[in-house]
């Protein structure tokens, strides 16, 4: 590809200039492919001759089988209780809240469960960091669950043992532990906030005196700790208000996806760009090293590395009038950087009180420290942003706490170790050699829910139980106590975290209940019975949240305590969590490994992001791999090539080339944890790079399903829609002239109908793993998605805006339609997708033969194939049948399906309404999509109750139907999106002021 | 030069190419009636059951009402089947010793599940919903036959879609009061058309026949 005619030509592109790739502008021959066909290797899998021979027996056996159901149906069993518990009614789902610990923080969630299988996770609405909605990774926590990879039994020295082994060499160990005083024990952790767990390493270490516990989250916070630390004098966490800010600021912050707390933020921050309803939009400007979903929701987008943001922020607090601060960087802004933080500080300085500065966690302490003082010069402090007391227990700082165990194991000071729920064997910083050291200690025992990488260094192994399998609490982001309840008995012979300790304590084999129960006796008042069960119940203690706290903030940026000193270099990299699989805790997950990451798109893999202009300079394609040395160590890894990248910065996602836990995990993407230094976490200051000449097979899904640029995103600015708020439509093409026929004549009571905002969507993927959940959704496998084969029912199209360098990012998520006049209809020989009355389009599965002329029909490109069994019927995945969704088929090879607009809760939703003799309410049916997202972007109800949420939206001149020159007339339409650049940033923001006309 | 087609050759072709036809129609036809026969569908052919259970016994003989064993029928998709606890009621004192409700016994004092044989047995693609059938007024016996008078139970009816649908077509031939949808002895009166016609209206009840009615 050659990128400098790929510049030229969007530079000669007329008005709005959208596209999805840059091999779409390049006009590369396997876009073409895919824009030609829905599947472009669609027929090359029969080619070889063994396979012919296959494809014919099989044939045979599928004839033959194809007679068998005529002959007798398969007899089947009722299997009754034997004591019918009270509150199950069979049919019927149960609902429970319990809570999912994750990122340093617990969020509370509502779980299904069909008679004792919980199937499906959702938000629990009455928790501050849920609101009903969920993340991508609490929606695939079930399959976390039946996985089937899941360590089963405890293992010694990698040989089948068992507990009771286990509890008595650790009763022979008490012993010396009471002896000496825990004389080289030590407990390694995550991140904990489980109240309980808490007080019971309280309770050990008051027990063991010498014993130590060691804290290491692969994701941690150290740098904003130091800050704390330093400019508060203790530590502190922060919540945000992002109801009462009207400028954003974010350094570096993927406020909108990776904070404790990011589920509220985003509903909050969007509910404050809904222009058609409330003109006061708050305004986003974003500084960031490496594009993320929050820069791509942002007015305005100033890329910089990593050295680069540490005088970006000294001259903000420059100029928003913080006193004393002198700059340490040596690098130097350029005319338009300058202009550009001229404006933004204008801008919140005009906003005393109203605005909001955020800083990634990651970043150096000195910018966290001077984000302090910046907000607190803004008056925002208190207002939109305020402290409160760490909802980690006993926080320490993690990359000195791991550093400090991993000098006492070469010191020999270390002779018992715990290591629980975490894998440092693989997710530790490469320069400390964890792994090896970790061989080296007398008696070591891994907790863990995998057969991992530390699970197989460490002597002992014992299976932990998932959340939804044992008791537990923890905090929220504002501090709310969250309680986490059992699902179901453990699958396997696991044991909690809680009971591994209480086995520390001496107290084998007592319950996780009787231990968190336990803890909370004397805590929730008199009648603690009650209040224990409202707790349950509610999934949170009331009123536990943290109040705030007030600090003033010391002026260490004076003092220069905080000062690095740093110099931008040619290369820099900087690492973040995996946006699908995260430290690699998920990696074993397939809906989430399947799952296109945002911007990207890429599946099955990580690649080290780059920008175009960094391509030329290595002469690089995506694909080709390079080769990143840090100084003391090197990997190799294939780019990416991302349109909007910071130049010079290189980053990678951490979570991948793990080497054990689980079938699916291993062997995928490139472990980026092997150039990463213990004292800088996620940021490499300076890499040297080069060109290996090899390359690797890349899955991204940004080229499959391709609508052919004809205005799919619409938007324009907050002013620009003020002047013409029915911008969405100057792009329409003249519409077809109505029906000879007529409309359809429907139902008299409901018409179903979608609309998405599109000034709402962040594109955070929660509604795609939502709908993988609901539908039984198989995974395909990455050779699968490269030939074009994947089944999201869901897809999230992804659109680039301006020229290749500072591309602006859009995100639409894409389903079926459920056209009025669907296009797919007519062509089905068999009548296996018909119209509903109600408007539905919908798919017979048992009807389907497998044409595929109505996917070769669809414009939208929103039906999928099952060109194989994809729904494992394999020994090994026996479990996985425990978590399908029993109110929806699961699909055999050769079926065509699609997005059904949740069928089985319309119909469970129509049932409940006519035995009560009454229509279903507004409300009453939500989609999974609609359920799971965190900004309520999608409303779904009756078009027929014109005072139904859906309606008003489609009333909305915002509201435009994709490719509604077809006549198709979707049941779904989408809101436009309307961004609030700021005028004055003139050169950015005129591009949209006027929306040409279709050329 | 030998004829190479004898003179009966006409009338071998003429044979095998009407017998090809006649076979084709005449296995069409048996496939047609075979799929329908009881032998397949097993209607009237009791199902081998671990106790064999009568349910004319129970709701005949000693008036027991549908519901006191199906006790989800008014709530749930699925209308339940009674646990070795509701058998056990009555069973630890009445036919405590009988060698027919071994299995039962067995099974409360083990703990393990009695296993029935399912006689309707709808295919994994169709979802059929028992409350709302009896919320209007689709009686028991509509689907389910005379059980009353069942000494073991078997399939009334086919389950067949085609059978499913001339109900789902014409519901105002199948309706009876709500209030005795689940009494097998309720008696159609003399004016059961108009009466239908009427609760057709009362029960608002529609022609549902999209295929996500019962096909998701």
């Known amino acids: 590809m050659n990128f400098d005619w790929v510049r030229k030509k969007l530079a000669d592109k007329t008005g709005k200039n959208l596209w999805r790739s840059m091999e779409e502008i390049a006009e590369t021959p396997e876009f073409m492919s895919y824009l030609k066909e829905e599947f472009p290797n669609g027929s090359a899998q029969t080619a070889s001759p063994e396979a012919r021979r296959d494809f014919l027996k099989l044939m045979g056996a599928s004839l033959l089988l194809a007679a068998m159901p005529g002959c007798t149906q398969p007899k089947e069993k009722i299997v009754p209780y034997v004591k019918m518990p009270e509150e199950i009614v069979p049919g019927k789902p149960l609902f429970y809240a319990t809570g999912m610990p994750f990122n340093r923080h617990v969020t509370g969630l509502l779980a299904e469960s069909h008679m004792g299988r919980p199937t499906k996770l959702d938000g629990n609405p009455g928790h501050t960091d849920s609101l009903g909605a969920t993340s991508l990774f609490h929606q695939a926590a079930i399959l976390g669950l039946y996985d089937p990879d899941r360590s089963k039994v405890v293992l010694k020295s990698g040989q089948s043992s068992s507990l009771s082994a286990f509890l008595s060499v650790i009763e022979k160990k008490l012993a010396e532990w009471d002896a000496n005083g825990g004389e080289g024990l030590r407990i390694l952790t995550g991140t904990v906030t489980s109240p309980t767990f808490g007080d019971q390493m309280k309770q050990v270490l008051t027990r063991f005196p010498k014993a130590k516990w060691h804290r290491y989250d692969a994701i941690h916070i150290d740098e904003a700790r130091r800050a704390q630390k330093a400019a508060l004098g203790e530590f502190a966490d922060s919540v945000y208000d992002f109801k009462k800010a009207d400028v954003v600021f974010s350094l570096g912050s993927n406020f909108l996806i990776n904070l404790p707390g990011s589920l509220r933020y985003a509903r909050e921050f969007t509910s404050r760009r809904q222009a ?93 420290a001077l984000v302090f003082a910046i907000n607190e010069q803004l008056g925002n402090t208190g207002k939109t942003v305020s402290w409160i007391e760490p909802t980690e227990q006993d926080p320490v700082l993690h990359g000195v706490s791991l550093a400090e165990l991993t000098a006492d194991i070469r010191d020999k000071k270390v002779s018992d170790l715990f290591i629980l729920g975490i894998n440092p064997a693989y997710a530790a910083p490469g320069d400390l050699n964890f792994s090896d050291l970790l061989a080296s200690v007398p008696f070591s025992v891994h907790h863990g829910l995998y057969n991992d990488e530390t699970a197989a260094v460490c002597q002992w192994h014992i299976p932990a139980t998932h959340f939804l399998e044992h008791f537990s609490d923890g905090r929220a982001s504002d501090g709310t106590v969250t309680m986490i ?279 955070c993927n929660a509604c795609v793993v939502a709908c993988n959940s609901e539908n039984n959704i198989p995974i395909v496998g990455k050779d699968e998605v490269l030939n074009g084969r994947e089944m999201h029912w869901v897809r999230i199209d992804h659109y680039y805006e301006g020229d290749i360098d500072t591309a602006e990012s859009h995100q639409q998520p894409v389903m079926c339609m459920h056209c009025e006049n669907a296009p797919c209809e007519p062509v089905c020989p068999v009548g296996a997708t018909t119209h509903s009355d109600e408007g539905l389009n919908e798919m017979t599965y048992n009807r389907c033969i497998g044409t595929r002329y109505c996917a070769n029909n669809c414009p939208y490109k929103v039906r999928r194939f099952n060109f194989l069994a994809y729904t494992d019927r394999d020994k090994h995945s026996e479990a996985l049948k425990l978590m399908h969704n029993p109110d929806v088929t699961v699909r055999n090879r050769g079926i065509m399906e699609k997005c059904t607009f949740c069928v089985q809760r319309i119909n469970q939703a129509r049932i409940t309404a006519k035995k009560e003799d009454r229509l279903i309410r507004d409300g009453e049916i939500k989609t999974a999509c609609q359920t799971a997202c965190p900004t309520t972007a999608i409303a779904f109800g009756n078009l027929k109750d014109k005072n139904s949420e859906v309606s008003k939206w489609k009333a909305q001149p915002l509201n435009y139907g994709l490719l509604n020159e077809l006549n198709t007339q979707p049941r779904l339409t989408y809101l436009a999106k309307v961004k609030n650049p700021n005028p004055s940033l003139a050169s950015e923001a005129a591009h949209d002021a006027h929306p040409a006309k279709h050329h | 030069m030998k004829q190479i087609f004898s003179p009966a050759a006409n009338t071998k072709i003429r044979l095998i190419l009407w017998g090809a036809v006649f076979s084709v129609i005449a296995l069409g036809t048996f496939g047609y009636w075979l799929a329908r026969s009881n032998y397949i569908t097993r209607v009237g052919i009791p199902a081998e059951q671990p106790v064999p259970f009568s349910h004319k016994h129970h709701v005949e003989g000693l008036g027991m009402d549908c519901r006191f064993c199906h006790t989800s029928v008014e709530k749930s998709s699925f209308a339940g089947i009674p646990s070795t606890a509701t058998c056990m009621k009555c069973h630890n004192v009445i036919w405590k010793e009988s060698p027919a409700l071994e299995p039962v016994r067995e099974s409360w004092r083990t703990g393990k599940p009695l296993n029935w044989q399912r006689v309707h047995d709808l295919p994994d693609h169709v979802y059929f919903n028992h409350s709302i059938h009896i919320a209007k007024g689709v009686s028991c016996t509509e689907c389910h036959g005379q059980v009353n008078e069942m000494p073991l139970m078997y399939k009334k009816n086919t389950l067949h879609m085609e059978w499913c649908l001339q109900c789902h077509r014409h519901p105002e031939t199948r309706l009876s009061p709500k209030e005795e949808a689940v009494n097998p002895h309720w008696e159609k009166p003399d004016n059961i058309k108009e009466m239908q016609k009427d609760l057709m209206t009362k029960y608002n009840v529609r022609t549902v026949q999209n295929c996500s009615a019962c096909h998701r």
């Open chain 1, 276 to 368: 058609h309803k409330d003109k006061n939009m708050n305004r986003l400007y974003a500084v960031e090293a490496e594009p993320t979903l929050t820069g791509a929701a942002a007015d305005h987008l100033l890329r910089a590395k990593v050295s680069k943001m540490i005088a970006v922020t000294e001259s903000l607090a420059q100029r928003v009038g913080v006193n004393n601060v002198q700059p340490t960087s040596s690098v130097k802004l350029s005319k338009d950087e300058q202009h550009w933080l001229d404006i933004a500080a204008k801008d919140l300085r005009n906003a005393q009180g109203k605005s909001l500065v955020l800083a990634g966690e990651q970043l150096p302490a000195r910018i966290q």
């Open chain 1, 485 to 763: 309840q059992p699902l179901i008995n453990p699958l396997y012979d696991g044991v909690s975290e809680h009971e591994l300790v209480s086995a520390l304590l001496g107290k084998p084999g007592r319950s996780s209940e009787k231990i968190v129960r336990g803890y909370w006796k004397d805590k929730l008042g008199l009648d603690f019975d009650g209040a224990w069960r409202k707790a349950l119940h509610d999934g949170l203690i009331t009123g536990s949240a943290f109040t705030a706290k007030s600090f003033t903030v010391k002026t260490v940026w004076e003092s220069g305590e905080l000062n690095q000193s740093f110099t931008e270099s040619e290369w820099e990299m900087t690492l973040r969590p995996d946006e699908s699989v995260w430290d690699g805790q998920f990696a074993n997950n397939g809906w989430l490994q399947e799952l296109p990451k945002p911007l990207t798109k890429l599946t099955w893999d990580n690649a080290a992001h780059i920008s175009p202009e960094s391509a030329q300079k290595l002469e690089v394609q995506n694909g080709d791999m390079i080769e990143i040395n840090n100084g003391l160590k090197k990997i190799e890894v294939p780019v990416w090539i991302i349109p909007g990248q910071t130049s010079g910065n290189i980053s990678l996602a951490l979570g991948y080339g793990r080497t054990l836990g689980g079938q699916i995990a291993k062997g995928l993407g490139f472990n980026a944890f092997t150039i990463q230094s213990a004292a800088l976490h996620l940021w490499v200051p300076k890499i040297s790079v080069r060109k290996t000449g090899a390359t690797a097979k890349l899955a991204s899904t940004q080229l499959h399903q391709n609508m052919e640029g004809r205005h799919q995103i619409r938007s324009a600015s907050l002013d620009t829609f003020k002047k013409q708020p029915d911008f969405a439509h100057h792009l329409e093409h003249a519409l077809p002239p109505a029906s000879f026929y007529g409309a359809h004549k429907g139902s008299d009571d409901y018409a179903w109908g979608m609309a998405i905002n599109l000034s709402s969507c962040i594109g």
